[in-house]
T-cell receptor, first 111, second 114 residues
Framework: GENVEQHPSTLSVQEGDSAVIKCTYSDSASNYFPWYKQELGKGPQLIIDIRSNVGEKKDQRIAVTLNKTAKHFSLHITETQPEDSAVYFCAASSSYGKLTFGQGTILTVHP | KAGVTQTPRYLIKTRGQQVTLSCSPISGHRSVSWYQQTPGQGLQFLFEYFSETQRNKGNFPGRFSGRQFSNSRSEMNVSTLELGDSALYLC?????????????FGSGTQLSVL
C-alpha cells in the first residue's frame, strides 16, 4: 500500500519568514496530493491540493510543488504569520483509493 | 450548511468496555471515512463507507467496526477497549468516494481509556 513520509516533524520560524514542508510517497499510481491544516481542538481542514497533471499550484501565500519522477511534493508558505501556527499534514491517494496521511509537521511562527 | 458533527466530544471508558462513536456528515455527502489520531502515529485510516457499503479498511484489529445508515450517518464501535485505544477519532465526509475528493473533517471524539 501507499506510504507517505513527511519532514520535518517540527518547524519553528520567525514571522515573515518562509516555511517549507516536504513529503515523499511510495505508490506511483497516486495522483492526488492534498495538504491539511489542523488547529488546536479542531479537525484537519484542506488548504490546498494538487493533481498529478500539474507541477505547481499557488493560492495567495501558500504553494505546492509536485515532482512525480522523484515522488515528492512540498508545501511552501511565504510571509508566515502567527495564525499559520498549526499542524500540517500531507496526503496521497489514487482515484477512489484511500487517502494516506503523513505524520504531520508542527509549525510554530514566532511574532 | 452545517459541518460534520461528531458525538460525543469527549469519552472516558475503562479497559474491557465497548464504545460507540457517531458521525453525521454534511448534508448530501454519501462518503464517510474514519481516522484514528495519536501523537506518535499521526492520522491512521480505519475504514470508509459509501452508500452504506464499506469500500476500504485500514490495518486495525476486528475490535474496530463501523457501519453507515441509509441517511449517510455513520457509527464506529470499539469492543474490549485497551489502553492503546486512547486517541482522537476523526470522521470525514465527502460527496463522492474520497480518492481525489476534498474531505471535510469533524472536530473528533477524544477517547480516553483508563
Amino acid at each position: 500500500g501507499e506510504n507517505v513520509e513527511q519532514h520535518p516533524s517540527t518547524l519553528s520560524v520567525q514571522e515573515g519568514d518562509s516555511a517549507v514542508i516536504k513529503c515523499t510517497y511510495s505508490d506511483s499510481a497516486s495522483n492526488y496530493f492534498p495538504w491539511y491544516k489542523q488547529e488546536l481542538g479542531k479537525g484537519p481542514q484542506l488548504i490546498i491540493d494538487i493533481r498529478s497533471n500539474v507541477g505547481e499550484k499557488k493560492d495567495q501565500r501558500i504553494a505546492v510543488t509536485l515532482n512525480k519522477t522523484a515522488k515528492h511534493f512540498s508545501l511552501h508558505i511565504t510571509e508566515t504569520q502567527p495564525e499559520d501556527s498549526a499542524v500540517y499534514f500531507c496526503a496521497a491517494s489514487s482515484s477512489y483509493g484511500k487517502l494516506t496521511f503523513g505524520q504531520g509537521t508542527i509549525l510554530t511562527v514566532h511574532p | 450548511k452545517a459541518g460534520v458533527t461528531q458525538t460525543p466530544r469527549y469519552l472516558i471508558k475503562t479497559r474491557g468496555q465497548q464504545v460507540t462513536l457517531s458521525c453525521s456528515p454534511i448534508s448530501g455527502h454519501r462518503s464517510v471515512s474514519w481516522y484514528q489520531q495519536t501523537p506518535g502515529q499521526g492520522l491512521q485510516f480505519l475504514f470508509e463507507y459509501f452508500s452504506e457499503t464499506q469500500r476500504n479498511k485500514g490495518n486495525f484489529p476486528g475490535r474496530f467496526s463501523g457501519r453507515q445508515f441509509s441517511n449517510s450517518r455513520s457509527e464506529m464501535n470499539v469492543s474490549t477497549l485497551e489502553l492503546g485505544d486512547s486517541a482522537l477519532y476523526l470522521c470525514a465526509s465527502s460527496l463522492h468516494p474520497p480518492g481525489d475528493e476534498k474531505l471535510f473533517f469533524g472536530s473528533g471524539t477524544q477517547l480516553s481509556v483508563l
